[in-house]
């Protein structure tokens, strides 16, 4: 299974970009729940958003509750985070994943079977 990340970039505070990652290889993409993470410099690899295996569920880490949205399309293998009114602190590298046969969406990036290689979001005060 490979995991293609893309969209990152350099923005401006308060400016947003959508990341998207396209899967490909394995199971059919509707057996992935789905996950973003992201890692800043110095720093732990941290929960971002999740979203189930229809979309219908979807949970967000505190700090980018309001601001970041996660969604997908089964028919077009792709999972996309639309990150809105960013601050520098959201500056990282964000990892998307892939948890097969994930019932419930999960926060813990041990729950993770697939990993793409990161897009750099750099956010300037």
């Known amino acids: 299974v490979q995991l293609q990340a893309s969209g990152g970039g350099l923005v401006q505070a308060w400016g947003s970009l959508r990341l998207s990652c396209v899967v490909s290889?394995?199971?059919?993409?509707?057996?992935?729940?789905m996950g973003w993470f992201r890692q800043a410099p110095g720093k732990e690899r941290e929960f971002v958003a999740t979203i189930s295996w229809n979309g219908g569920y979807t949970d967000y880490a505190h700090s980018v509750k309001g601001r970041f949205t996660i969604s997908r399309d089964n028919a077009k293998n792709t999972v996309w985070l639309q990150l809105n009114s960013l601050k520098p602190e959201d500056t990282a590298k964000y990892y998307c994943a892939a948890d097969e046969y994930g019932v419930q969406p999960t926060t813990r990036a041990n729950d993770y079977d697939y990993w793409g290689q990161g897009t750099l979001v750099t956010v300037s005060s």
């Open positions: 290889g394995g199971r059919t993409f509707n057996n992935y729940a």
